[in-house]
């Protein structure tokens, strides 16, 4: 009898459960992560940040900063807001207007998530939301190294991920440049003479302005040059640097030697020093004029060239009063006096997959296993195709195969899918070149090269072997040479000798690659890694490159 009546509770109890379970929502998740947004976590750690969290309120982005997205926030501490106010003359976060603190919030938040392995030496791949680029480095004290950002906050706690993002612990609050690139110099003395040189030319009034709307001179970088550095040159003064310079009498000519001096100071685009060293010329102001530039250890240098086994001496760049923001631009100090020089040709070796927009996306650019394909030429400035996609490969570390940072880009150049596809290459010093094409051999395509429009005489037969049984001369002589550090016995990875190019002016040009086969199949693939401009006179084999992109030479 006791065991039925156990029995019946059992099963009146079980009853119940099921009732209850069924009388329940169902509980659907709607985030993709178990972690806290952005203005959540700020929320449960009051105690370090609840003076940002107000800023983020009154700046009306709790909302969008709570939601699905994927953001990087540098988020100063509670005594750094604190010091931020006191130096304002400001008692409350309240004190503050709401489009202050609006334009105060976008300039710590890029619309992108970084981790500190995007923090190299200078700006970061992405823009912040106020306009500005951040710049980051590392700061040593007492043997403990930080990063430091704009050169005006040390990140106290990194790569804290939410739901949405990124966030970064700084000490200090953030503050954009309000001034323009000349009124950086003007607010300087020690810039006198090449402050006085910029307002004879007219190029203090085209560096006076920010937001300008002509976009080819938004962003502008400059390199000045002290007092100091025209006085070790018997330059005392304006009169003098005029009366070295100014072959017509009128700096304002475009034609006057002091107009193009001052010219050839100035570069197009924002160039920190790291976007400097990153690439080896650039252009000026100056109409076919480039500086070039190196890093030699620490030391960044303009103009230091080997010609015929000479080294001519180059300009070093100070580090100290470089990097410096403005509203429009990147000023640099040059130790010496920078002037044009006559060039000669010097040889490009291009990776062809390093592109402006691939460089920004970090977490794909150069990480080895990966692959994105790309089917809207207007994502790029300088990759321009028709039909199809092309795609950016990344190889394993452990892969056989040998790419230059390990990246190309492949493509079905077939003249029923991809026809034709074409490049602006970096800028060439105007000379005569020989045009090396490197690629992975795939199958039976047949190309055809075209720079500018100058139609290169020899076809790329992407079926082609290297012929590993010749030596370096005689393969040279047969077109071939190896452009990768790889073993002998390899025949995979080959430099192509296209032709001979005449470039009549130093500046960026057209490569253009057209398909003349239209061979199917999935091994059909056009990988190509670097092409090589060489000057003709100068050595074509040498140097090699590495698969980290350094290089041997022989």
Request: glycine share 6%; charged share 20%; aromatic share 10%.
């Amino acid at each position: 009898m006791k065991t039925i009546f156990r029995r019946g509770k059992l099963l009146l109890l079980l009853l119940w459960l099921c009732s209850y379970m069924a009388c329940q929502k169902n509980q659907i998740r709607v985030n993709t992560t178990d972690d806290v947004n952005i203005v959540g976590y700020l929320n449960n750690h009051a105690a370090d940040y609840s003076l940002f969290s107000r800023i983020i309120e009154r700046a009306e982005a709790s909302g969008y900063l709570n939601a699905y997205g994927a953001y990087t926030l540098f988020a100063p501490t509670n005594t750094a807001v604190k010091t931020y106010l006191s130096k304002q003359g400001k008692t409350s976060v309240d004190d503050i207007g709401v489009d202050a603190l609006k334009d105060l919030l976008r300039f710590h938040l890029i619309a992108d998530t970084l981790t500190t392995s995007s923090f190299t030496d200078g700006k970061l791949p992405a823009i912040t939301q106020y306009g500005q680029y951040l710049i980051t480095s590392v700061a040593t004290t007492d043997g403990k190294s930080s990063y430091l950002i704009n050169r005006q906050a040390i990140v106290t706690k990194a790569n804290i991920v939410t739901g949405n993002g990124i966030i970064h612990a700084i000490d200090h609050v953030l503050e954009p440049a309000q001034s323009t690139l000349a009124q950086l110099l003007s607010q300087d003395s020690r810039y006198s003479i090449f402050t006085q040189a910029l307002k004879e030319t007219g190029y203090y009034d085209s560096l006076n302005i920010a937001n300008n709307s002509d976009s080819t001179r938004r962003w502008l970088t400059l390199i000045a040059q002290t007092d100091a550095v025209y006085r070790a040159n018997n330059i005392a003064d304006y009169p003098a640097l005029k009366a070295l310079y100014s072959q017509t009498g009128n700096p304002k000519l475009a034609e006057d030697s002091l107009h193009l001096y001052v010219a050839y100071h100035i570069l197009p685009g924002i160039r920190f020093l790291a976007d400097i060293v990153s690439a080896t010329s650039h252009s000026t102001l100056a109409p076919q004029e480039v500086v070039t530039s190196k890093l030699s250890g620490q030391e960044v240098l303009l103009n230091e060239d080997i010609f015929n086994g000479i080294t001519e001496p180059g300009v070093q760049l100070d580090r100290t009063n470089s990097d410096i923001t403005a509203n429009n631009g990147a000023l640099h100090s040059a130790l010496s006096n920078l002037s044009i020089k006559v060039r000669k040709p010097v040889p490009v070796y291009w990776d062809v997959a390093d592109q402006p927009e691939l460089r920004k996306l970090v977490s794909l650019f150069r990480k080895p296993g990966q692959v994105q394909e790309f089917t809207d030429p207007d994502q790029f400035s300088g990759i321009n195709w028709s039909g199809g996609s092309i795609k950016y490969n990344v190889t394993a570390t452990s892969s056989s195969d040998y790419y230059c940072y390990y990246d190309f880009i492949s493509l079905y150049m077939r003249t029923a899918v991809t026809p034709w596809i074409e490049f602006k290459t970096p800028f060439l010093v105007k000379g005569k070149y020989k045009v090396w094409v490197c690629f992975r051999r795939a199958r039976a395509q047949t190309i055809q090269v075209q720079v500018d429009d100058q139609i290169m005489p020899r076809l790329i037969s992407v079926a082609d072997y290297y012929p590993v049984a010749l030596d370096d001369d005689n393969a040279e002589a047969a077109g071939f040479k190896r452009f990768m550090v790889t073993a002998a016995s390899n025949s995979n990875h080959i430099g192509k000798l296209v032709g001979t190019v005449d470039i009549t002016t130093s500046q960026q040009h057209t490569i253009k690659f057209i398909a003349l086969t239209n061979e199917s199949g999935s091994a059909n693939t056009f990988n190509l890694d670097m092409v090589h401009f060489i000057p003709i006179e100068e050595e074509q084999k040498w140097p090699r490159f590495n698969r980290d992109g350094s290089m041997e030479y022989k």
